[in-house]
Nanobody, 126 residues
Framework: QVQLVESGGGLVQPGGSLRLSCAASGFTLDYYAIGWFRQAPGKEREGVSCITSSYGLPYYADSVKGRFTISRDNAKNTVYLQMNSLKPEDTAVYYC???????????????????WGQGTQVTVSS
């Protein structure tokens, strides 16, 4: 059974950090692009970052460049999203998703992903 499970969300003050994890089971991440998305109340789901392999260049949304870092550990079948310098506007439910093949120019389109996790809440507030 294919499954993605996110963890690591929580409440953090502005300027703080969190590391999200996306653990995959039922398939091997080696051949998949893994994207992180987020959705705030009343807003559309937006792409945050995408990574293809441990050596491929990742993609980032402009709003998180320089603050977020995506990485993957294929041995653990897990992808991480390190989030630093968090802002209140980063508050959202964060999802990871998997798509067969590499990240491409359309990496931020949620429709391109086949498997999704259940999401983890990130709240940035003082």
């Amino acid at each position: 059974q294919v499954q993605l499970v996110e963890s690591g969300g929580g409440l953090v003050q502005p300027g703080g950090s969190l590391r999200l994890s996306c653990a995959a089971s039922g398939f091997t991440l080696d051949y998949y692009a893994i994207g992180w998305f987020r959705q705030a109340p009343g807003k559309e789901r937006e792409g945050v970052s995408c990574i293809t392999s441990s050596y491929g260049l990742p993609y980032y949304a402009d709003s998180v460049k320089g603050r977020f870092t995506i990485s993957r550990d294929n041995a653990k079948n897990t992808v991480y999203l390190q989030m630093n310098s968090l802002k209140p506007e980063d508050t959202a439910v964060y999802y990871c998703a998997a798509a067969l093949g590499p990240c491409g120019s359309s990496w931020s389109d949620p429709g391109g992903y086949s498997y999704w996790g259940q999401g983890t809440q990130v709240t940035v507030s003082s």
